[in-house]
């Protein structure tokens, strides 16, 4: 088999996401693991749609912005999200902490052609929409942002605002 350089950073990409997948996939020491927790993750987790309590309409557009870029929820809240990408350029959103979504952005500056298939991710060509349906499990906060290369760095981020029950 011949080996092209797109192959060969297709082949790293899938090797770092088998990766952070099992790191992800381990959970963490606060949330205690051993237990099945439904795919719960420091941000909450996967949502089902028919659980959903209200929708939310997210544009993502070419000034490296969400709009809206701020949103509050309850703790316990099943969210559905409808991502629209009124942009010329692909745009994505990524569910996560600030730590996780810096920590995705330099894989992002590595390998900037990842697909995503992760329950918290929508990568969106222009024109296209696409939704996350999530369960905001822990008050707090949950950070989104678009890591395709340059675009974070433009501003293209928000926050959604978890309140207590």
Request: overall charge positive; aromatic content about 6%.
């Amino acid at each position: 088999m011949r080996f092209t350089r797109f192959t060969v950073s297709q082949l790293l990409a899938m090797a770092a996401l088998a990766a952070s997948g099992a790191a992800f996939a381990s959970g963490n020491h606060a949330g205690g693991h051993g237990h099945d927790d439904g795919g719960e993750t420091a941000i909450g987790k996967p949502g089902v749609a028919a659980k959903a309590s209200r929708t939310i309409t997210i544009e993502m557009s070419d000034n490296m912005r969400y709009t809206p870029s701020n949103i509050q929820v309850k703790q316990g809240e099943t969210v559905r999200f409808i991502v629209k990408n009124a942009g010329q350029v692909k745009h994505e959103l990524s569910l996560g902490t600030e730590k996780e979504l810096l920590e995705h952005l330099e894989q992002m500056k590595k390998f900037p052609d990842m697909e995503h298939d992760e329950p918290s991710k929508v990568t969106l060509q222009p024109g296209k929409q696409g939704e996350i349906v999530w369960q905001f499990t822990k008050a707090g906060a949950v950070n989104f942002a678009c890591l395709m290369p340059g675009h974070y760095e433009a501003g293209m981020k928000g926050a959604i605002k978890v309140g207590r029950k």
